[in-house]
């Protein structure tokens, strides 16, 4: 067993234009005023970032380190969320997902999914230049429009978009490889790696690629009633990352998983901020625990509710609470008899 890392905070939904969360210096510096120990970089905003700079320049990476250090935070991992999102669209979300793209490939789709590509590419280049292990993304989706099946799905439509899925993404995870950076999918509706079994189609067609990870959130887990705590006991050995989040599903007789379009505040499945949802974590972090997990425990605040510098600030001291600073002993070492084999021998009556 291991002790899990942290906190740390993931700092894309803090991010702004206004100090301290317009610069890298003074966003680490507030968040280590707020208790955290590391942070997540979103590698997409270039007012706490530069991506290209990072995946040619070690001495930018080294800098970026410094200025992390300088206010006694870690890096824990970087974040290309949206720009995984990019490698695979499937054409009904082209207009919303174009704004995530550079404008120079937006209404082509074929150049925006080369553009992600080579964006998820240089992060991973960057997370080996900053000496990190695990890199976070999203999948993207060509299959979603068709997650529920009406009318039915026409007979080879989800194992053709899996194989496309997995053509784009091999080359990313042979380059995750040479990097020794392993690429972390969050497992997240709107994504077609959304729960297990996807996954499971995913690594099949990638040839159980060791570099082909997850990176595990629980509250995406509640909003579609999967038990995410039999979930670390399945995928365990290929969760390399956590996200700290909380949700709650509270399905009445007029919605359910769903949510019937309304906003977040509405719906019976929103998130919270940590200790103000449904999450087990007592279960979550002695679960990860066990099993040996020793990367960081990472909040990401999300909350249809608090705001947000009140959820980072309690986030900290909640993940801190429940951290758990592994045993050296067995707790029943005080009764301890000293035998040796012989004397084990004696006691199952087989002699001296």
């Known amino acids: 067993m291991r002790t899990i890392k942290g906190p740390g905070l993931f700092l894309a939904q803090f991010a702004g234009d206004a100090a301290p969360f317009n610069s890298f210096a003074e966003i680490t510096r507030w968040a280590a005023d707020c208790g955290y120990r590391g942070v997540q970089i ?61 404008p120079a490939v937006r209404d082509n789709p074929a150049a925006r999914a080369e553009w992600a590509q080579d964006q998820v590419k240089k992060a991973l280049t960057a997370s080996r230049r900053l000496g990190l292990g695990a890199m976070a993304t999203f999948s993207g989706a060509l299959a979603w429009p068709y997650i529920y099946p009406w009318p039915q799905r026409p007979a080879g439509l989800i194992e053709e978009a899996f194989d496309e899925l997995a053509r784009r993404w091999r080359p990313l995870l042979d380059h995750a490889e040479d990097c020794g950076v392993d690429l972390c999918y969050e497992i997240h509706p709107g994504e077609d790696l959304h729960d297990g079994i996807s996954y499971e189609m995913f690594l099949e067609r990638t040839g159980n690629h060791t570099r082909a990870c997850m990176l595990y959130d629980p509250s995406h887990h509640v909003l579609q009633h999967l038990d995410y705590l039999e979930h670390i006991d399945i995928y365990h050995d290929r969760i390399r990352m956590f996200h700290v989040k909380d949700a709650e599903l509270n399905p009445t007789g007029r919605q359910g998983v769903y949510g019937g379009y309304q906003s977040w505040v509405n719906r019976a499945g929103r998130f919270r901020s940590l200790g103000d949802g449904q999450v087990d974590f007592g279960g979550v972090f002695s679960k990860l625990t066990q099993y040996g997990f020793d990367g960081w425990a990472v909040v990401e605040w999300e909350c249809c509710l608090k705001h947000p510098e009140d959820g980072a600030r309690e986030g900290a001291e909640f993940v801190q609470a429940h951290i758990i600073r592994i045993t050296e002993k067995a707790f029943d070492d005080f009764a301890d008899a000293g035998t040796d084999r012989a004397a084990n021998r004696r006691m199952l009556g087989l002699g001296g």
């Open 42 to 102: 979103p590698t997409w905003d270039a007012r706490l970032f530069d991506l290209d700079r990072a995946a040619a320049s070690q001495d930018y990476c080294d800098e970026v380190k410094g200025i992390a250090a300088e206010a006694g935070l870690s890096i824990t991992e970087l974040s290309t969320h949206l720009q995984g999102q990019l490698v695979a669209v499937h054409p009904a979300y082209d207009v919303a997902f174009d704004g995530f793209a550079v």
